[in-house]
């Protein structure tokens, strides 16, 4: 068949140095092209994807004095990121609420429902926080009480230090 | 000119390539879609004039846009109704192209890259809303990165890639304008330029006959003589209909755009806002509903494998369905599909919009009128109905939550013993208050309940 038989430009029929030189050059074609898009691609999908696997240092925020939080609050605080980028501007905070169970006892909750991630609100009297999103509730102890949420709220590490009640900042809680 | 570049020898037979004589209004969505489309491209350039795609920054320029800018509400304005439209008409053109059967034999990848495209769709939509960013915006972002975290394996990852870091912060904002900007409109485009050449290179369907089902050994010639005996050109005796359709679209964004203006900017893209309530654009209002209404524990398997099996099943159609009744009179199962699937999507829709899961937070404590004493346990137990959160959930008269059952009348319904197990106890959307209610506490609230009678028992 026509097809079978490889021709030069002029459509005569090729010898053998010009198919092994056509090949050569197809091939050759293939391997710089790979090679060229290798040592582009690399550092551009480096770039992109490199935040996935670095891990920044969490460090310790001040969010108040120890006698700004009665024994039996809850209250909602607010401190920094660690290592938040110069731009981040107010999307670097992060807020918590914050409750006193004893004199020296500090639990601190993370706002994310786990159901979804939506920030929940302490109802003071009701002694709740509810979910706005889904109808997440929870206890005054971070159970759930009702609703969609698979886990009870999550805590961040909280410690006092000279008078002062710190946080540890987190990574955004993920439910997985 | 045209003998240098050759415009007319390329462009010219796309244009005049003949249609069946008959395919006429139903036609349309697709090229209204395409329109919507380009209005989002023009429209979006625009609005980059005067955006910075910052996380600090991008707020304060939305703002400027909207209230200082020549225009500039208009084009937000019009940018959302576009993307409204163009969800719209790709869902039509959809509906369309199904009821008629014509993503069998040949065009079975004309169905394909539409499926892709209906994705893109959905995804520009998505993440066009990040882009306006405020406290929504900012709680979206969060929301993905909890869906996007329950994929098995590497969710941990794709949460971290969503949120551009640990946190919402500096990083976040700039990767849905990437994706929005450069990755989905490439994508867009070159799928868009792929749907097209199908179009070109199998034809406009011809409205489909009962009786007479795509055989693939004979289609194409009986498509070729039909097209060459009774077809038409398509510009301009088909296009005419596009382009009057696409006006009339245009018209109608604008005024939209015009009267009603662009969505109102939230709060500030501030985290630390707890006071929040985030929702979807209408377009999305639907998956909201259904995350809200998921029976517990399905969530997971549902987040990650329902958009999964949804674009399988819709992709492998026309491979699996490329032959026989193209005409819906014959496909039964086609109307029923697009009808439970319009009926479906828009009662989730409705749902979304009323969502009652929602606890009213602005509930205000009930008036003397309603609760009927001013001492005493009715009235103690109706200041402990509202300060104890049960007002966020539940109706009395016209005040109060939708989240549980109304209780304007409960007092003729349950009994004294089954109110107190009830609240003691609570339920799967309730919480238990035995442990937080003293007993008289718990005496008080029951006589205030007990007092909410039917009318005839008042």
Not at chain 2, 338 to 358: D, E, F, P, Q, R
Not at chain 2, 377 to 399: E, K, M, Q, W, Y
Not at chain 2, 409 to 416: A, C, E, N, Y
Not at chain 2, 437 to 458: G, I, N, Y
Request: charge should be positive; proline fraction near 7%.
């Amino acid at each position: 068949m026509k097809d079978d038989i490889e021709t030069t430009s002029c459509g005569a029929a090729a010898s053998p140095e010009e198919l092994t030189r056509r090949k050569f050059f197809e091939r050759l074609s293939i391997v710089l092209f790979g090679f060229g898009s290798f040592i582009l691609l690399v550092p551009m999908v480096g770039f992109v994807v490199a935040p996935l696997f670095k891990r920044r240092p969490e460090v310790w925020r001040p969010v108040g004095a120890i006698d700004d939080f009665k024994i039996g609050t809850t209250t909602a605080v607010v401190f920094y990121d660690a290592a938040a980028l110069p731009w981040a501007g107010v999307a670097s905070k992060t807020a918590a609420w914050l409750r006193r169970v004893d004199q020296a006892t500090f639990i601190a909750f993370s706002v994310n429902c786990t159901h979804l991630g939506c920030p929940v609100r302490w109802l003071d009297q009701a002694e709740l926080f509810m979910c706005p999103c889904h109808g997440g509730v929870y206890y005054k102890d971070g159970s759930v009480a009702a609703g969609p949420p698979p886990l009870p709220l999550p805590r961040y590490q909280v410690r006092v230090k000279s008078g002062k009640v710190e946080i540890r900042t987190n990574p955004t809680p993920i439910t997985r | 000119m045209d003998d240098r570049t050759g415009l007319a020898d390329m462009i010219g037979p796309m244009l005049r390539h003949l249609v069946p004589r008959d395919a006429r209004w139903w036609y349309v969505f697709g090229s209204a879609t395409m329109c919507a489309f380009m209005i989002q491209v023009i429209s979006g350039i625009a609005l980059a004039f005067a955006y910075i795609p910052s996380t600090n920054d991008a707020y304060a320029t939305l703002n400027f846009i909207t209230d200082q800018a020549p225009f500039g509400r208009f084009l937000r304005g019009l940018h959302y109704y576009g993307a409204s439209a163009m969800v719209l008409m790709v869902g039509l053109h959809m509906a369309q192209v199904f009821l008629f059967g014509s993503y069998k034999f040949p065009r079975e990848l004309n169905w394909a890259t539409g499926v892709l495209l209906l994705g893109f769709t959905l995804v520009m939509g998505f993440t066009g809303q990040l882009l306006r960013w405020d406290q929504t915006a900012v709680w979206s972002v969060v929301v993905a990165a909890e869906q996007a975290g329950r994929v098995p394996l590497i969710g941990d990852w794709l949460a971290r890639f969503t949120l551009g870091g640990d946190t919402v912060g500096g990083a976040t904002l700039n990767r849905f304008f990437v994706i929005h900007v450069f990755i989905m409109p490439a994508l867009i485009f070159a799928f868009v330029g792929l749907h097209l050449l199908l179009v070109l290179r199998h034809g406009i369907s011809e409205p489909p006959t009962p009786g007479k089902p795509v055989d693939p050994k004979t289609y194409r010639q009986e498509y070729k003589e039909l097209v060459e005996t009774t077809g038409k050109p398509f510009w301009p005796d088909a296009a005419w209909r596009d382009v009057v359709f696409c006006v009339a679209m245009i018209v109608v964004m604008a005024l939209l755009a015009l009267i009603l203006g662009p969505p109102a900017l939230g709060k500030a893209p501030d985290p630390s806002i707890i006071a929040a309530n985030p929702r979807p654009d209408w377009y999305l209002l639907w998956y909201f509903a259904v995350l809200a209404l998921l029976p517990h524990g399905t969530e997971e398997y549902f987040m990650v494998f329902g958009p999964l099996l949804a674009g399988i099943i819709l992709i492998i159609l026309p491979f699996v369905f490329n032959r026989g009744e193209r005409s819906a009179r014959r496909r039964p199962w086609s109307i029923a599909a697009v009808i439970l699937t319009v009926i479906m999507i828009g009662t989730l829709w409705v749902a979304g919009a009323k969502s009652k899961w929602s606890p009213n937070f602005n509930a205000e404590p009930l008036s003397e009128k309603v609760v009927g004493a001013t001492s005493g346990p009715v009235f103690d137990g109706a200041h402990l109905f509202f300060a104890r959160g049960c007002l966020s959930c539940h109706l009395i008269g016209t005040t109060g939550g939708r989240r549980g059952p109304n209780l304007t009348t409960i007092g003729s319904l349950l009994s004294r013993d089954q109110l107190i197990l009830r609240i003691a106890n609570g339920g799967v959307n309730m919480p238990a208050y035995a442990s937080t209610l003293t007993p008289k506490e718990m005496d008080d609230l029951v006589a205030f309940l007990q007092s909410r009678k039917l009318p005839a028992q008042q």
